[in-house]
């Protein structure tokens, strides 16, 4: 997916946020507020997607904060609301992939843009998916011995678990993270500290630290994965705006809420829908 000028807006107001978190010194966070905006001019072309354009500005962040993980305190209080969450409706959801379907995609209602009250209000609503291939994701699951879950936010693993369970009852699984912060972004780091390592299967990394992810700059072992999975199950928006750019094959599961216009727009789905696309 590429960039559309409604991401600059966007893009404007994630170096604020980045560099909000950041830090608290006022100086330093001025003038990274400064060089990011700048650099967000230069790097800003309709020829990339949006992630090509994101990854420096938070490496920019990064660096001239000092904090390598700038997203670490919003990523605990997501894991204490989502774990609170899940154990609400973890205990009323049925045993059967739709239902671990519906329970995945809540959790990706979580998001650091959004409100926490908002978030909490999707989650009375109903799941109903605009684009549904969950009948594909089935017949595709029973001729699939390797499967890679493209993870998303670090919330959003509670509400992983009961698919990556039941997707181990067909394959071998396998479960990805980002190598390094990024964002709100689960990484290696994240599954142990906040104990995930014990209710998940094989994880590997992407090998980078960029939101969704970006093949020519991914590790060995990562694409090695990929082009061997029979299905790949890929989680939220970031994944859509960079694997959307390969050729479909078929075997790439996108399980999202489109948040955004320009995603809705590239999925062809309104604002705000559940999509499960098999592409």
């Known amino acids: 997916m590429k960039i559309t000028n409604e991401c600059y807006d966007c893009l404007g107001r994630l170096v604020?946020?980045?560099a909000d978190l950041a830090t608290?010194?006022?100086v330093i966070k001025s003038k990274a507020i400064e060089e990011g905006l700048r650099l967000l001019e230069r790097e800003f072309s309709l020829d990339k997607t949006s992630i090509a354009v994101a990854t420096p500005l938070h490496q920019l962040i990064r660096s001239?904060?000092?904090?390598?993980d700038p997203y670490f305190k919003m990523k605990e209080t997501e894991v204490a609301m989502s774990r609170k969450l899940y154990q609400e409706w973890n205990t009323s959801a049925q045993d059967d992939l739709r239902s671990d379907i519906e329970l995945a995609v809540r959790g990706n209602c979580i998001d650091f843009f959004r409100d926490p009250d908002e978030i909490k209000k999707d989650f009375t609503q109903p799941v109903e998916f605009t684009i549904d291939d969950i009948d594909k994701l089935e017949a595709k699951l029973k001729e699939?011995?390797?499967?890679?879950?493209l993870a998303d936010n670090t919330g959003e693993v509670f509400f992983d678990l009961n698919l990556v369970r039941r997707f181990g009852s067909f394959g071998n699984v396998t479960y990805v993270v980002k190598e390094s912060p990024v964002q709100n972004d689960i990484t290696l780091s994240d599954i142990g500290h906040f104990g995930f390592a014990s209710e998940l299967p094989r994880v590997i990394t992407t090998g980078t630290n960029t939101p969704g992810v970006i093949m020519e700059e991914a590790s060995d072992e990562f694409k090695s994965d990929f082009a061997a999975a029979d299905l790949v199950l890929a989680k939220g928006m970031g994944y859509w705006e960079t694997l959307s750019e390969l050729p479909a094959q078929g075997k790439v599961f996108y399980l999202l809420k489109a948040k955004c216009q320009p995603v809705a727009?590239?999925?062809?789905?309104?604002?705000?829908?559940?999509?499960?696309?098999?592409?």
């Open 64 to 68: 001239m904060t000092g904090n390598p």
């Open 16 to 18: 604020h946020q980045a």
């Open 265 to 279: 727009n590239s999925i062809g789905v309104p604002f705000n829908s559940y999509v499960a696309l098999m592409r």
């Open 24 to 26: 608290e010194d006022p």
């Open 144 to 149: 699939s011995k390797n499967i890679l879950y």
